[in-house]
């Protein structure tokens, strides 16, 4: 043999080889692949392992008068594991699994006994680590579910997984809802939760999971590796109590007036604290829901209530003072290209301060323009000056832009914009934005940004404190202040607002009726309205400040006093009820001496001795019988009530309820006029009667 053909036949053997080795390489692949894949997949399966992140229970959100607002309760989803320690023999499962499945059934009623039964012992068949038997579990029904048989065996031993997860939930379901917000994935965060899910978010936890047949994961363990740290609480400014007269207010009277949408926004004057913000939208004919947040995101023409800023402006420059008089004729003035014209007619020349109660746009538009004509940028500069062209930096997103004209804006109208400004138009300020500025005249000038988060605490520790920001420490002089302070109670003591008056408090305010321009059609086509009335209470000692805005309400009238005011004093009516530090009805009285006491109904002795002792006042009751009226000049109880059967009862002065329990002693058949305390009666006192006699009370 040659050294050429030795050479070949080595190479030919070793190519041999190398395709000998490369089938033997693909048939091997085949084989696991195809023959041993079922095998190798589920060890593959065993052996992964991952850590997965377990959500933290988001802090709990709290309003200002402690009641919760929202918190996360756990829910649970219930899975089984067919392998466990306790069940590995077939005999103690099978023995047992029809006894677990008659006792789910019962629990949940969505499967009936053998339904479950088949279910069970199919999974046994199959094998299954991780079977899913229910979602949405909650902690009360898990720790029943622990008891039924088979897992009932142990925590080990019974198969029973349980997998936490947490469930936002609202105590108050709708109250104060938009406010509180919400926070889900690829939804842009809103309210409160979305804003401070940084805080109220915690920290996630780690668990060990194992990968199983079917691409599964499981816990490897019952306990989790890493826990999680439950998130930082918020304590909101809302007082749920505000918040709910505040709804219930406000729906009333959109029902009432078949409106599109509203919003209520009420304000703590010195600290700028929101104690409620209520917002609906319609959804079907006497049906409304929160859907949008009108109060912080809703930017239109405020219409009459921002002839507050005009006036302001014209009496801090010194253009007019509120006894100058004003020529309002016909109640029509005409611009170039329009027509103002006052909603009620022409109110002849009168103060400025009659100009304002009665809410004239001529008088308004005419002193703006013969105040600033010749230097229209002045206007705009008092209101950027305010800060009335900027956001109010909340802490909730969504807040809409105000727009407020300049001479430099290209819409700008040399003949028209100026004029039509001055009574609200041309313009975009939401309610909120409004309130603020509202508000400044409350504080004395003090113009602040509204907050809706007053603390945020993580394990009842304080972690930090939020207080109004200042946006303008005086935004005009002292003097100008109480004008304006002045005009505004004048509104309600005698212009547009008088039907709000109160006997028992003050009210200042103004209120707004403006048209709505549709964004396609303009003001002409379909013509809307928004009816307003924005203003603060106690008007001498202010304490809160309250905006109402009801959009295109369709029965009835549409004018901001008939619309808007009814909800502005029914929640100013309840809150100053409610809040104690508001007033004091025996503030400046004492008792001594021979001094006037408080008035008091006839009525059971030792009850009107409860109620002045309670009082620190002493009373002399010289009378005998159980039924005494207190003399309010002497303080002695002088008058006796003395039952006698079959005679008529003295029962003058008395209230309605004592005097039914008396005159029912008596035998006789009560009837009722009026309210208040007994004035009159129709049988007189002694008078014989049978059972049964009618008897006639007038009260008063």
């Known amino acids: 043999m040659n050294i050429r053909t030795d050479i070949l036949l080595r190479v030919y053997i070793a190519f041999g080889l190398i395709v000998l080795l490369a089938f033997a390489v693909l048939f091997k692949l085949f084989h696991v692949q195809f023959v041993e894949g079922e095998k190798w ?113 142990g925590r080990y031993k019974g198969g029973l997984i349980s997998v936490q997860q947490n469930k936002r939930i609202l105590p108050f379901q709708t109250l104060a809802k938009r406010t509180i917000g919400y926070k889900n994935k690829n939804v842009q965060p809103v309210g409160l939760e979305g804003a401070y899910s940084a805080y109220i978010d915690g920290e996630s936890g780690k668990r060990m999971m194992q990968r199983i047949a079917g691409g599964v994961y499981m816990p490897v363990n019952q306990d989790i590796e890493i826990a999680p740290k439950e998130g930082a609480d918020i304590i909101a400014t809302i007082d749920i109590n505000m918040q709910d007269v505040a709804q219930r207010a406000l729906k009333k009277q959109l029902v009432i007036s078949d409106a599109d949408h509203g919003c209520v926004i009420l304000m703590e004057v010195a600290t700028g604290e929101i104690r ?18 009108y109060a912080i995101a809703a930017s239109q023409d405020p219409g009459s209530t921002f002839k507050l800023a005009s006036y302001l402006s014209l009496l ?66 008092h209101l950027y000056k305010w800060g009335l062209n900027k956001k109010l930096m909340l802490q909730i997103p969504g807040e809409g832009q105000p727009v407020i004209k300049n001479p430099e804006n290209r819409s700008w109208n040399k003949k028209q914009t100026l004029p039509q400004m001055a009574y609200g138009y041309e313009m975009q300020i939401t309610p909120l934005q ?63 607002g008088k039907g709000l008056a109160s006997p028992l408090y003050r009210i200042a305010g103004k209120t707004g009726t403006a048209q709505v321009a549709d964004a396609n059609k303009g003001y002409q086509v379909d013509k809307k309205y928004q009816a307003s009335f924005c203003g603060y209470f106690p008007a001498d000692n202010p304490k809160y400040s309250l905006i109402v805005v009801v959009n295109n309400p369709r029965k009835g009238t549409y004018y901001a006093a008939s619309v808007a005011g009814p909800v502005f004093r029914e929640i100013a009516d309840r809150v100053y009820a409610s809040d ?19 008035e008091s109904k006839t009525g059971e002795k030792k009850a009107t001795q409860n109620v002045y002792k309670a009082f620190g006042i002493k009373a002399l009751f010289a009378a005998n019988s159980d039924y ?73």
Do not use: C, W
Request: glycine share 8%; no cysteine; hydrophobic share 40%.
């Open 580 to 598: 104690v530090n508001m007033f004091d009805p025996l503030k400046g009285q004492k008792f001594t001496g021979n001094l006037i006491m408080p």
């Open 276 to 293: 409620a913000v209520a917002n609906f939208s319609k959804v079907s004919t006497g049906e409304y829901e929160e859907q949008f947040n």
């Open 41 to 153: 997949r589920s060890m593959a399966d065993s052996l992964s392992t991952r850590f997965a992140n377990v959500e933290a229970a988001r802090g709990n959100i709290y309003s200002v008068d402690g009641s919760l607002l929202a918190t996360s309760v756990p829910e649970y989803e219930i899975r089984m594991d067919m392998l466990a320690g306790g069940i590995e023999k077939d005999d103690v499962f099978y023995e047992k699994v029809d006894s677990l499945a008659a006792k789910l059934s019962v629990f949940f009623g969505d499967k009936s006994t053998k339904q479950y039964s088949r279910v069970l012992r199919e999974a046994r068949g199959d094998k299954a680590r991780y079977l899913l038997l229910k979602r949405d579990v909650t902690h009360q029904d898990l720790k029943a579910i622990r008891k039924f048989p088979i897992f009932n065996l």
């Open 434 to 496: 409004m309130l603020a500025f509202y508000n400044a005249v409350a504080n004395d000038g003090k113009y602040i940004a509204p907050i809706f988060v007053r603390e945020i605490r993580r394990l009842g520790n304080t972690v930090e404190v939020f207080k109004a920001r200042v946006i303008n420490e005086q935004i005009v002089s002292d003097i100008t202040i109480k004008k304006a302070q002045a005009l505004l109670e004048g509104v309600v003591i005698e212009g547009t």
């Open 628 to 700: 005494v009226m207190v003399d309010t000049n002497n303080g002695i109880a002088n008058k006796d009530v003395k039952l006698i059967e079959g005679s008529v009862p003295d029962v003058s002065g008395m209230g309605l309820k004592d005097a039914l329990y008396v005159l029912g002693n008596s035998g006789l058949r009560t009837l009722v006029r009026g309210s208040g305390r007994v004035v009159r009666q129709s049988l007189l006192a002694g008078t014989r009667v049978a059972k049964g006699d009618p008897i006639i009370l007038e009260l008063q």
């Open 316 to 381: 801090e420059d010194n253009k007019v003072d509120t006894n100058s008089m004003v020529a309002t004729g016909d109640g029509t003035y005409r611009i170039p290209g329009h027509t103002i014209r006052d909603s009620h007619g022409g109110i002849g020349t009168v103060t400025v301060k009659r100009a304002f109660e009665e809410s004239s746009n001529v008088a308004i538009a005419k002193m703006i323009n013969a105040a600033y004509q010749n230097d229209q940028g002045k206007f705009s500069e």
